[in-house]
């Protein structure tokens, strides 16, 4: 059976797929009691220039005794992570380091570090580096909580179990080297699962960090294509969250308060920091990408990534990202400037763009004044609600354009064949897909990549 057929059939295996967007889930829309209530939920975030060596004693006040240091080779041997070390150090811990967190990481990954966790015994985590090594320690810090737990346990249905987080983990402090996934602040946990080429996940409140300390120090030797591609992330998550299927619209509503999902849809408390973050967003990133010396763009930049990291823990994201995940997953030749040579590798933040301008032609529709908000602040002038549908894609295309991004899924080694693939890949991201504010069934999604293959 062919990897796309197999995830099919566990799509059409999970009859409790988001009653907004399924034909199968035993109710019709009007007898599905809708959400009531939404959740603010956030790690605590420190931000300043230097902040990194009060992390020493943040572990003291919480009484730590050994930390589990989470990283990845490449930054190792770099000041952020030095200078963590040194805090540590200066405090009197004990730590051990793991150094060998993969860009884009796997289930495989995962249990390497999950394993080296367990081994080290710590009673506290400090995670520096970019999203994959904050999902990673993420990962590792839940999974050293349940000792006796299978992998899959707590990995999203319908390609793990989902089980409810009910241990209380150790305390996570996360320490982000990039501008972009505003990992430090969320519950959700990302990486690819290898026997079936598809993104997944891990999302639970329980998992997100303790504390995020936001120093903009650590950005300033991020390189030009990374922060290009965590900067259009940190784009991505503002617009899907501001964009997103209204919290009121999901349903069903929770039975218990513990079952409310870390992605609610979009909503009042969300919107602030969405909102807020393109503004930013609009003003520096690409001043971030050209001028590698220009602190003060790298430095708000660091901060909107934070902001929209609060908007889309709690709203979520849709589309973008809920197609993103086969895009990356089913690469077979790409490799990507800046990131590490012998990978073929699609950026996390690449992968989430290039589908933008499509995807928000798509769902303009369900929302023009949202849409055409975010196309005034990203393109700095007037735009009439009725032409949201063509303003917003075309000002997205242009932030494409000027920063150097491939053009379109053809550009990445992708034709018109690949689509039932993609498609298959992106069904089972349900926990996204589920407040997309349009259907997102196969056929809408294929319709989306066909007209990604290019965007200029």
């Known amino acids: 059976m062919s990897k796309a057929k197999h995830l099919l059939r566990l799509i059409r295996r999970t009859n409790d797929c988001c009653p907004m967007h399924s034909q199968n889930y035993g109710l019709s829309n009007s007898h599905v009691r809708k959400e009531y209530a939404l959740e603010m939920a956030c790690s605590s975030i420190r931000y300043g220039p230097g902040v990194t060596e009060e992390v020493g004693m943040d572990f003291e006040n919480m009484g730590a005794k050994k930390i ?215 003003k520096y990133f690409k001043r971030a990408v050209k001028d590698p010396e220009d602190y003060e763009a790298r430095q708000n930049m660091h901060l909107a990534s934070a902001m929209a990291g609060v908007g889309f823990g709690n709203a979520g994201v849709h589309l973008c990202h809920g197609l993103s995940y086969s895009v990356s997953g089913l690469n077979r030749e790409y490799r990507a400037e800046n990131y590490p040579k012998e990978k073929k590798l699609i950026p996390h933040g690449l992968s989430v763009c290039i589908t933008a301008p499509a995807v928000f032609a798509a769902t303009a529709d369900s929302s023009l004044d949202r849409h055409a908000e975010i196309a005034e602040i990203l393109g700095g002038k007037p735009v009439r609600k009725e032409d949201a549908g063509k303003a917003l894609p075309e000002v997205l295309r242009e932030y494409l354009h000027d920063l150097d991004v491939p053009d379109g899924l053809g550009a990445l080694g992708y034709s018109d064949e690949d689509i039932p693939n993609l498609v298959a890949g992106a069904l089972p991201q349900k926990r996204v897909l589920c407040i997309s504010p349009i259907d997102a069934t196969a056929e809408p999604i294929a319709e989306i990549y066909a007209n990604s293959m290019k965007n200029y």
């Open 68 to 282: 589990a240091v989470i990283t990845d080779k490449n930054l190792a041997v770099l000041p952020p992570v030095i200078k963590a070390v040194q805090a540590i150090e200066k405090c009197g811990l004990e730590y051990e380091v793991f150094d060998n967190v993969r860009v884009e990481p796997t289930d495989s990954s995962f249990i390497e570090c999950i394993e080296f966790a367990r081994k080290a015994n710590p009673d506290a985590f400090l995670a520096v580096g970019g999203g994959s090594v904050m999902d990673t320690a993420k990962a590792a810090n839940l999974y050293n909580a349940y000792p006796e737990a299978d992998f899959l346990d707590f990995v999203n249905a319908p390609v793990g179990r989902g089980l409810p987080v009910t241990r209380t983990l150790s305390p996570l402090i996360a320490i982000p080297t990039t501008a972009g996934t505003g990992s430090e602040t969320t519950g959700v946990s990302v990486f690819d699962y290898e026997p079936l080429k598809a993104k997944t996940g891990i999302a639970n409140r329980a998992i997100r960090p303790t504390l995020g300390i936001v120093d903009p120090e650590n950005i300033l030797t991020m390189p030009e294509r990374v922060t290009a591609y965590s900067g259009f992330d940190v784009l991505c998550h503002a617009i899907e969250s501001y964009t997103a299927l209204p919290y009121t619209e999901r349903g069903p509503a929770p039975e218990n308060p513990k079952l409310r999902p870390a992605y609610q849809g979009s909503n009042p408390l969300s919107d602030v920091w969405s909102r807020h973050a393109c503004y930013i967003t609009a």
